[in-house]
């Protein structure tokens, strides 16, 4: 009888997620490394492990700081790490008072779609939904930083 309560209790740890994030792999804009390796987000991928990656955003009036899940990642020819992220449709956001807007009833049909590299790439693209065309493509080139909870 106690050795069942023990393996339950054992098999139950096992199964349970750790709280523990571990940075990865941080990349230069020109997808040079900078800290970690491709290597370890591949094993952490194969692992079974939560990814998130995040980037910043410098403007004019302020630095925004992104971290997002992926819901698709591809591991090419062993070397790079390719994600999708979920596409997000965007209000207008006043961002003194950090309030949302949907007053711009259009924007409902577009949505934010990006794919992140390992090496640097960041390709963003607006799509509309009900016009079926792409409004906006803005490849481009990010300091990612590649995290994971086991």
């Known amino acids: 009888?106690?050795?069942i309560a023990f393996s339950i209790c054992?098999?139950?740890k096992k199964e349970s997620r750790s709280l523990e994030v571990q940075l990865l792999y941080?990349?230069?804009k020109n997808g040079e490394t900078l800290?970690?390796?491709k290597e370890n987000v591949i094993k952490a991928i194969r692992e079974g492990a939560d990814?998130?990656?995040g980037w910043q955003s410098v403007g004019k009036t302020r630095k925004i700081e992104h971290l997002s899940s992926p819901i698709w990642l591809a591991i090419l020819n062993e070397k790079e790490v390719v994600a999708y992220l979920d596409p997000q449709i965007f209000a207008d956001t006043d961002w003194k008072n950090l309030s949302a807007s949907y007053e711009?009833?259009?924007n409902l049909y577009v949505e934010?779609?990006?794919v992140l590299t390992t090496s640097g790439n960041f390709d963003a693209v607006w799509y509309n939904r009900k016009s079926?065309?792409?409004v906006r493509r803005v490849p481009q080139n990010h300091e990612m930083t590649w995290f994971a909870r086991f």
């Open 26 to 28: 941080r990349n230069a």
């Open 104 to 106: 711009d009833y259009e």
């Open 1 to 3: 009888m106690v050795c």
């Open 132 to 134: 079926d065309s792409v």
């Open 35 to 37: 800290l970690g390796s």
């Open 112 to 114: 934010w779609r990006v």
């Open 51 to 53: 990814i998130k990656i």
């Open 10 to 12: 054992t098999s139950c």
